[in-house]
């Protein structure tokens, strides 16, 4: 009986991202960027010690659509450690197409190369890909693009919603096409598929989206002709499928790295599988992603604001954490709370990074004193 292929299967890096960071003195990167490199350093430490077969990577390398140089160079450099290792399937995600038509995707320069054991998925195709444990047939549905998929369509006359509903069932049948294909081999068989699939709970993607997402209904990828689903797109790592038994796994890896406080309970990590035909047994690995932490302090009645705000630093750990305290405060208040002494608080504490957000109750509420509505309270936002 031959070996099960093992898959490491990520997605979502965002490269780029630079919120909450500052300038790196020794390479000029930003830190927040630097973190999400150190992430992908996790993943292929992580492949070369399990021995891996089969690395996919499902979809959104970089944070735009048009990455600076600098961004690609440190990418390249890591994809082609990845591919030393095993063969590389590189998704091509929305945050990966090209800005108009006709123009190439941030990641296509692979395949313009010919760069050796990666494969760049930008088509709704399946190949079979031969690895040291054997063959496997590995098919690609890329993020799917509206414009792409109305070409044979005609949409004049018909709401948003016909349209949607009739985009859904073309993209449906494309899946099923794939699905067919699979069905023709004996191999292990894994879906990579970069999209939104109804119900997954989504994350901080919401805020990124580049345009309206086609949502595919689970039927239509919980299909027995596949082994394993590996998905990106929803940062939030999660298993579609995890109460069945009858439909293989379908599996988001959820990004490596958290992007902003939306993702503050998630946990970071990728996904290892071990495929054979007709099983899958998997699990998800958690990387030393950076941490979110948000302090709050209701210090509107403390006569010791100041002193109230340092103790719940001093009781909480934010050592190398992205750190954002919420103070509620009165004007009486705000007039004794020392914010450098609070700032240098948190720096002794170990705060990567800080931002004190000041939330004062409007005087014009306190003198009023009936119902707040229609009042909004005055805040102050700083960064360091």
């Known amino acids: 009986m031959p070996e099960p292929i093992r898959v490491l299967h990520f997605a979502d890096l965002h ?205 239509d990828i919980a299909d027995d002709r596949w082994d394993y689903i590996a998905l990106g797109h929803i940062h939030r790592h999660q298993n579609l499928t995890r109460d069945r038994a009858d439909v293989p796994p379908v599996v988001y890896a959820g990004s490596l790295e958290r992007i902003d406080f939306g993702e503050e309970r998630d946990v970071k990590g990728y996904c290892w599988a071990e495929v054979s035909r007709g099983r899958a047994v998997w699990e998800f690995v958690p990387v030393a992603a950076r941490r979110f932490v948000t302090l709050a302090a209701d210090l509107r009645r403390s006569p010791q604001p100041t002193q109230d705000a340092v103790a719940l630093i001093e009781a909480s750990n934010v050592r190398d954490a992205v750190v954002r305290m919420i103070v509620q405060l009165t004007p009486e208040t705000q007039a004794s709370f020392n914010e450098p002494l609070v700032r240098e608080s948190l720096r002794r504490a170990g705060a990567f990074y800080q931002a004190i957000r000041k939330e004062v109750e409007s005087l014009e509420r306190a003198r009023l004193g009936g119902s707040p509505e229609g009042l909004r309270p005055r805040s102050c936002s700083t960064a360091t």
Do not use: C
């Open 15 to 219: 490269i780029g991202v630079e919120s909450y960071g500052r300038t790196d003195p020794d390479t000029g990167l930003s830190t927040r960027v630097i973190d999400f490199l150190r992430r992908l350093d996790e993943v292929a430490e992580a492949a070369r010690q399990r021995d891996a077969d089969l690395i996919i990577f499902a979809g959104d390398a970089f944070q735009t659509r048009t990455p600076n140089p600098t961004y690609q160079r440190e990418f390249a450099h890591r994809i082609l450690d990845l591919s030393a290792i095993a063969p590389v399937v590189l998704l091509v995600g929305n945050h990966d197409l090209p800005p108009a038509v006709m123009k190439a995707s941030s990641i296509e320069i692979y395949d313009t190369l010919n760069v050796p054991n990666v494969w760049v998925a930008g088509d709704y195709d399946g190949r079979i890909i031969e690895t040291k444990r054997g063959p496997v047939f590995v098919a690609a549905a890329p993020y799917p693009i509206r414009a792409r998929l109305m070409e044979d369509e005609r949409t004049q006359g018909k709401t948003i919603r016909e349209v949607d509903e009739q985009l859904q069932l073309t993209l449906a049948r494309m899946l099923d096409d794939l699905a067919e294909q699979a069905d023709a081999h004996a191999s292990p068989r894994i879906l990579t598929g970069h999209f939104t699939v109804s119900g997954a709970a989504l994350g901080s993607e919401q805020n990124i989206m580049l345009g309206r997402d086609i949502a595919v209904q689970i039927a």
